[in-house]
């Protein structure tokens, strides 16, 4: 008779094919959590230097633009017909003829100064979509200015991971 309680105390305490269905079946969901969990930061994270990323460019790009602006002897002109790109012509303050020009081919901007050109961004990283410059004429009261506004995004990033960022400012002119 004790055998058989010890027979059966013995086959009592296995575990059963359901009990390990149901714990396999637990880490897996924890597993699957954790992973999108991890996935969904790393995304986040990537976005968010890339947004950083493109913001430094175009606080950059907007930095020389607003200094050659403000130091220019003259602005000849920022007036364009509807089809040509954006564009400003200058004289810079060393009296050579410069422009800041958006390019829609190659998504960057780029100051010209005679035969020397130099994009202002770098276009691994950041596309400018859409540049624009407005010149007003000073008053009797109020300064000259030039509003210039830029929109860019990552090179990088696509879809929704690419989110556009603008920086645009007011640059006022010296009294020509």
Avoid: H
């Avoid at 059966?8 to 396999?24: D, H, N, Y």
């Avoid at 007036?79 to 410069?98: E, K, M, N, S």
């Avoid at 929109?151 to 556009?164: D, F, I, V, W, Y």
Wanted: hydrophobic content about 40%; proline content about 3%.
């Amino acid at each position: 008779m004790e055998d058989r309680k010890f027979i059966k105390w013995k086959i009592q305490r296995g575990i059963s094919l359901i009990e390990i269905l149901v714990a396999v079946t637990i880490f897996a969901a924890l597993g699957i959590l954790i992973t999108r969990s991890v996935a969904l930061t790393l995304q986040g994270s990537k976005k968010s230097e890339a947004m950083v990323a493109v913001r430094e460019n175009l606080d950059y790009s907007m930095s020389v633009i607003e200094r050659q602006i403000r130091n220019a002897n003259s602005i000849s002109g920022c007036t364009i017909p509807p089809t040509a790109l954006p564009r400003i012509d200058f004289v810079d303050q060393y009296g050579r003829q410069a422009d800041f020009l958006w390019n829609s081919t190659s998504f960057t901007i780029a100051s010209e100064s005679g035969i020397i050109s130099t994009r202002l961004i770098s276009p691994e990283v950041v596309k400018i979509t859409s540049a624009t410059f407005t010149c007003a004429a000073g008053t009797a009261t109020n300064q000259p200015y030039v509003d210039v506004t830029l929109k860019g995004q990552s090179a990088t990033l696509t879809g929704s991971q690419s989110s556009p960022e603008t920086v645009n400012t007011r640059i006022y002119l010296r009294n020509y």
